[in-house]
């Protein structure tokens, strides 16, 4: 059965939707979403379609069930807000400059965290990377493997390890709200090749300003995933590498970073003036929220 674990905190008139995983929940987007939200942000942390339940319910659904769940997240939330960004860890990210690229006009800017077009990491066997795409289209065909998955090893992208024997104890008690699914189902996977194909071409089309920011050593998805969105995207881009962290860069030894540097993309990303032209954008606390956060960092 299938729990709702997605959060809204109100706060200005600059709205940010933050996307997880696969397999992943909306915790994994809480600890930023509370940040951005002190720094003045109204926050949506949304739960993708069949997320939060058992793999049944996963597997119910395709990339285009998560995509629509994007869509009506963005439509709720932008009728409460008058600017918006997109942002997304992961998979998350993914489906975030799928966004941008089907709205430019509704999209002030996106953040892309850890985007995974390939799982092509440290932790990922050379013949893995190489045959996967083929193996889970072929999956998808010939209907293969509905019950199979593939199961998540260590260091499961976290390289605090405090936290990461945390997460893996909640991940293996079977609490797929608290932290996601134990492994991938050959038919998510399936689908998200399919997802990636179709973001891969739609890059060109994304004007608005992203904020790349991608572990220097991820386990899961190799920093040429960054590269991608930075090297083919039409909008201005900032790239950077976080040095201490593995895959899960909301929740691991980078948060701080990330947020700081979220909060000023955002910040500098946002008109001076709202649609009227008459007044300055309505965002208390924004900055003494930066201030506090880089402070902290």
């Known amino acids: 059965m299938i729990n709702h674990h997605d959060f809204l905190l109100e706060g200005g008139n600059i709205g940010v939707l933050l996307i997880h995983g696969l397999t992943g929940t909306p915790t994994e987007m809480r600890g930023v979403g509370r940040e951005f939200n002190r720094a003045g942000f109204t926050v949506y942390g949304m739960q993708l379609a069949g997320h939060c339940g058992d793999v049944d319910d996963l597997i119910a659904t395709n990339w285009k069930d998560w995509y629509q769940s994007v869509v009506d997240a963005a439509d709720k939330l932008r009728s409460q807000v008058d600017y918006l960004y997109v942002g997304g860890l992961s998979m998350g990210a993914v489906l975030a400059l799928k966004y941008a690229a089907d709205f430019p006009e509704r999209t002030q800017g996106v953040l892309v965290y850890g985007a995974t077009f390939r799982f092509d990491g440290w932790t990922v066997p050379l013949i893995s990377r190489m045959l996967a795409p083929c193996f889970l289209t072929l999956v998808d065909i010939l209907h ?56 891969r071409q739609s890059l060109p089309k994304i004007t608005s300003p992203c904020l790349v920011l991608h572990a220097e050593n991820d386990d899961i998805a190799h920093r040429r995933n960054g590269e991608l969105v930075r090297d083919n995207v039409s909008g201005p881009v900032k790239m950077v590498l976080l040095k201490n962290s593995y895959h899960m860069i909301t929740i691991d030894n980078d948060r701080r970073e990330l947020v700081s540097r979220s909060i000023t993309f955002m910040q500098q990303n946002v008109p001076q003036t709202d649609r009227t032209g008459d007044s300055s954008l309505n965002t208390p606390g924004l900055q003494r929220g930066l201030n506090s956060t880089m402070q902290s960092a």
């Open 144 to 199: 293969l493997g509905r019950g199979r998955i593939f199961n998540e090893e260590p260091p499961y992208g976290i390289r605090n390890e405090q936290l990461r024997r945390k997460v893996s104890q909640s991940m293996l008690s079977g609490d797929s709200g608290a932290a996601g699914l134990a492994g991938n189902p050959w038919p998510s996977l399936s689908q998200l090749v399919y997802l990636t194909r179709n973001v």
